[in-house]
C-alpha cells in the first residue's frame, strides 16, 4: 500500500512560487522549436493541458495507487459486488478522501480539479471506486465544506477526511429528477427544539460503506423546495440500509431507510444549529444529528442542485477515465493479435475505429477540464458541466462497447475488464445503437441516469442557450 503521500505534508508545500502565476506550467512532453514561437509568452492562455505541480503529482500518485492496489482487487469486488477494505484504506491513506478539505481539518487542501483528475484515474481501472470516491468529495465534503458552519466541519470533515465514507441522501422513489419532490420528513417534536427524521431514500451511493449520511428532508412541504433542510446523521442514528439493489453494475446505489424514532434515536440527538435556534446548550452543541446555517438565503433544496452541478463533473471524469481504460485494453489486445497474417490492429478500418474513440475521449476530457477550471475561477459553468456530463457519459458507452467488439470473443468474457467497464457505463449514459462495426454516434434521448439524466442535461443546455438568445 502506498504511503500517505498527499495528507502527510500539504502537496502545496512542495511546489515552487511563482511571482505573478496563478498556475504553474507544466513542462510540454514535445521538443518546440524556436520557429515554433509566433508571440512572447506574456499573459498568454494556458492550454487545458497544463496542470500545476501538486495535480502532476496527485495524478501519478492516483494511477499508481489504482494500477497496484485497485487492479488486482477488481475483479473479486465485481463478482462479490462488495467494497475490499483495503482499497478504502488505500484511499484514505493515500489522502483522496478529503482532497478539497482544508488541512487543518486533515484534509489534502488541493484544487478542485485534483479531484476531478483522481476520479478520472481511478475510473481507468474501476469505475465503481471512482465513483465511491467522487461522491465523498465532490457531494458530501463540499456541501459540508462550502455551507455548513464552523461547528459542523470541525465536527464531520475531518473523520470523512481520514476514516469515515459519506452517502449523500438526496434520491427518493418519487423524486428522481424532480429531485423537490422528495416526500422524506423531518418534524419538530412538541418543545420546538428537536426533529424527528422519517423517510426512505433509494439509489443511494456509498450506502454500503458509508457511516456518514448527509439525508434530505422537508420540515415543511407547505414550503415547496424552501422547506427542504439536509441533516448529518451517523449510520447508528437510525439509518437503515434496506434493500441492496440487484443491478448491471457493481456501484453501490441501493435503499436507505432514515428514522429517527424514540426507539431508534433520541430526539435530543437531533437539533438545530441555525441563526433561529434561541436555545442552544453545550450539550445541543454536541448533539450527532444537525442542521447547519444557510449561506445568501439558499434553501437546502437549491444547495442541493447547486452541489449536483459540481458533482457532474465529477461523473464526467468517472466516464473519460471509464472510456480511457477500455480504450486502452481493447487497442493493447489489438495489437498483440494476429489474423490473416498481420496485427488486428493494423487493419484500416480497425485504426479509423481507434481514431474516432480518441477523438471523442479528448473532447469529452477538455469538456470536463474546461467546466472543473471554470469553477474554480468563480465562473458560471452550469451549462459546461451539462455539457461534459452528456457528452462524457454518450462516448463512455460507445467506447467500451465497440471495444468489446474490437477484441472479439474474448472481449466479451470475464477473462479482460470491458465487459465491466460496458456495464459501469450504463450507469453513465446510453448511446443510440446503429446497425455497423465500430463506433456509433448519437445519444438515446434516455440517455444517462445518475446525477441528472441525459434528458435533463439537454434540459439544463436548452434553457441557457434561450436565456442568452431571449429577452
Known sequence: MLSRTLRAAPLRSRL????????????????????????????????????????????????????????????????????????????????????????DLSGSECSFTSAIIAVEELARVDP??????????????????????????????????????????????????????????????KSGDFYVLNGSKCWISNSGEAETFLVFANVDPSKGYKGITCFALSKDMGVEIAKKEK?????????????????????????????????????????????????????????????????????????IGLAQGAFDHAVGYAYQRKQFGKLVGDFQKMGHDFAEAAIKIEAARLLTYNAARLKEEGRPFTQQAAMAKYYASVIAQEVSGAAIEWTGGVGFTRDLPLEKFWRDSKIGGSPRWRNGAGLRSGADKSGAIYEGTNNIQLETIAKLIRKEYVQ
Open 16 to 103: 515552487v512560487s511563482h511571482a505573478g502565476a496563478s498556475r504553474a506550467i507544466s513542462a510540454s512532453p514535445i521538443a518546440r522549436g524556436v520557429q515554433e514561437i509566433t508571440r512572447p509568452a506574456i499573459e498568454t492562455p494556458l492550454s487545458l493541458w497544463n496542470f500545476t505541480e501538486e495535480e502532476n503529482m496527485l495524478r501519478e500518485t492516483v494511477k499508481r495507487f489504482a494500477e497496484e492496489v485497485v487492479g488486482p482487487r477488481a475483479h473479486d469486488m465485481d463478482e462479490k459486488e462488495m467494497m475490499d477494505p483495503e482499497v478504502i484504506q488505500g484511499l484514505f491513506d493515500n489522502g483522496l478522501m478529503g482532497i478539497e478539505t482544508p488541512a
Open 128 to 189: 465503481s471506486v471512482a465513483v465511491l470516491c467522487d461522491v465523498h468529495n465532490t457531494l458530501v465534503n463540499t456541501v459540508l465544506r462550502l455551507y455548513g458552519s464552523k461547528e459542523i466541519q470541525e465536527k464531520w470533515l475531518p473523520d470523512l477526511a481520514t476514516s469515515k465514507v459519506g452517502s449523500f441522501c438526496l434520491t427518493e422513489p418519487n423524486a428522481g429528477s424532480d429531485a423537490f419532490a422528495l416526500q422524506t420528513t423531518a418534524k419538530l417534536d
Open 247 to 319: 443491478k448491471v453494475s457493481r456501484a453501490r446505489l441501493d435503499r436507505v431507510d432514515a428514522s429517527s424514532g424514540s426507539d431508534r434515536l433520541p430526539r435530543a440527538s437531533c437539533h438545530s444549529t441555525t441563526s433561529r435556534s434561541p436555545r442552544r446548550t453545550s450539550s445541543e452543541r454536541s448533539a450527532r444529528a444537525t442542521r447547519w446555517v444557510r449561506r445568501r438565503h439558499m434553501s437546502d433544496g437549491q444547495i442541493a442542485i447547486e452541489i449536483l452541478n459540481e458533482g457532474r463533473i465529477g461523473i464526467a471524469a468517472q466516464m
